[in-house]
């Protein structure tokens, strides 16, 4: 049984377009979480929810808007795409504060 | 504030000989300190965390890792390296204040047959 999951694997897309990543977790955590992965591999949190509530929000752009339709599910979804978008971004959850975080297989992102 | 510095994007060693992997960190409150591991194309594995408990931290796959609080430093150590354990390590720091995990630049294993 998959405990975090991310779609699609990969995406590859153009400039401008919008855009969807899907994460699900069945782990029964009450913490989400977004992180990006640069080409550099640095990984960077950009969004973190707990019980559908936002709770970090990194300072980055208003064109990535996160949406929990339940404590389950942490969706990105990223408006007129940049060059600078492209990275693989890992979902992860975790129960609230500082407990062990597990990933899910991450999303390359592709702009074009 | 936290943050996490990794000495050495890459490291390599030859197959049976010690891995050592550094990290040091810098947090005002006090830390919880993880070790994951990134293989290729994949997402991340907690290899061991430390949580204020024991200061010797022993992992899976024969890792273990020590924190020592008057050098901020919790390097991870293998005594035996595998070919398998050629991959992407990661250190972080993370407090109780809201979980977000602050990740070290990553380092570069490698294993040499």
């Known amino acids: 049984d998959t405990a975090v999951s991310q779609t699609p694997k990969y995406l590859v897309t153009q400039m401008g377009n919008d855009k969807s990543i899907k994460c699900e977790q069945n782990?029964?955590?009450?913490?989400m979480y977004w992180y990006k992965q640069d080409s550099k591999k640095f990984l960077k949190i950009m969004f973190s929810?707990?019980?559908?509530?936002?709770?970090i929000n990194e300072t980055v752009p208003n064109r990535f808007s996160p949406k929990s339709p339940d404590k389950a599910h942490l969706n990105l979804h990223i408006n007129s795409l940049e060059l600078g978008d492209s990275a693989v971004y890992f979902c992860?959850?975790?129960?609230?504060?500082?407990?062990?975080?597990?990933f899910g297989p991450g999303t390359r992102l592709t702009v074009l | 504030a936290q943050s996490v510095t990794q000495l050495g994007s890459h490291v390599s060693v030859s197959e049976g000989a010690l891995v050592l992997l550094r990290c040091n960190y810098s947090?005002?409150?006090?830390?919880?300190l993880f070790w994951y591991v990134q293989y290729p194309n994949q997402g991340l594995q907690l290899l061991l965390k430390?949580?204020?408990?024991?200061?010797l931290v022993k992992g899976i796959n024969g890792f273990e890792a020590e924190f020592k609080k008057s050098e901020t430093s919790f390097h991870l150590t293998k005594p035996s390296a595998h070919m398998s354990d050629a991959a992407e390590y990661f250190c972080?720091?993370?407090?109780?204040?809201?979980?977000?995990?602050?990740f070290g630049q990553g380092t570069e294993l490698s294993v040499k047959p």
């Open positions: 947090s005002s409150v006090p830390p919880y």
């Open positions: 992860a959850s975790s129960q609230p504060g500082a407990d062990t975080q597990y």
């Open positions: 782990l029964g955590h009450d913490t």
């Open positions: 430390y949580t204020s408990a024991a200061t």
């Open positions: 929810y707990n019980n559908k509530e936002l709770i």
């Open positions: 972080a720091v993370s407090s109780n204040q809201g979980g977000k995990l602050i």
